[in-house]
């Protein structure tokens, strides 16, 4: 077991990528915040894991504001003592164009895309360096935080912040002995904000695969694990290798 008595919130955990991280870590022995707006899909996902025979609890938190942010946290720190791991995953697309977003639907989506992961990490290493927890947080960025794309503008501005915003945490909780890494995925089970998974969504990269939540669980386990002790601020693409591709020469 990787992660015995270990404490992991992981947000946006009600489905998809963050139900697929939940699991996995609870195997490895790690308790269980599942943290979600929507409460049928937390509970759900916590059930789940306690009927395998796993230890977690769900969580309701709008990650978007920071009242909810801070008693999510401190209600976890009471329920199981600590939290030793942090995922930060929730975030929503507008999926908009620069002229067709409005200025309320782009600061939602900054608010729960990019300002989350600052504050959640914020409060909870306040915790994490209170009880002396030797930490661990993963941000989901996105490959979306890399390029341009001809729409989801307020997503890939988000996503873009959320990569520095990773290695200034990174930078500033080093010394509290809290390590701060991303992942960046790209096309994982069902596109953002949706349920349906559709195995033939087009893909290019060098898997010849779409990815699936599982990809992408292995991969925050491995950086919450002590498996990744000596990487710090990284960040790890889940993307089927299709960044490594030169646009237009695959
Ligand atoms: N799915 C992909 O192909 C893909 C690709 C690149 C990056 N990502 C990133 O991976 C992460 C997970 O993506 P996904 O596809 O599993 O998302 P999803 O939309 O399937 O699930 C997101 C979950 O977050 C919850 N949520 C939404 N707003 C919330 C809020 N304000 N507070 C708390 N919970 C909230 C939803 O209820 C849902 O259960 C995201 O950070 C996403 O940007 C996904």
Redesign the pocket.
Known sequence: MKLANRVAIV????????EEVCKLLASEGAYIAV????KA?GDKVAADIVKAGGKAKGFV????KEDDIIKCVADVNNEFGKADILVN?????DNKTMFDITTEEWNRVLA??LT?PFLFSKHAAKAMIDKKVKGAIVN?????GYYGRDRAVA?TAA?GGVVNLTKSLAIQLAPHNIRVNAVV???????????EFDPTRPVVNLAGRP?L?ID?AKAVLFLVSDDSEFIVGAQLFVDGGCTTLMPGNS
């Open positions: 947000t946006g955990a009600g489905r998809n990528i963050g943290v979600d707006l929507d899909r938190c709008d990650v978007g995953n929730a975030a929503i697309s729960v895309t989350s989901v960025s996105s490959t979306s997503y996503k995925p790209n096309k994982i089970g069902s596109p953002v904000g949706k349920d990815g939540p992408l």
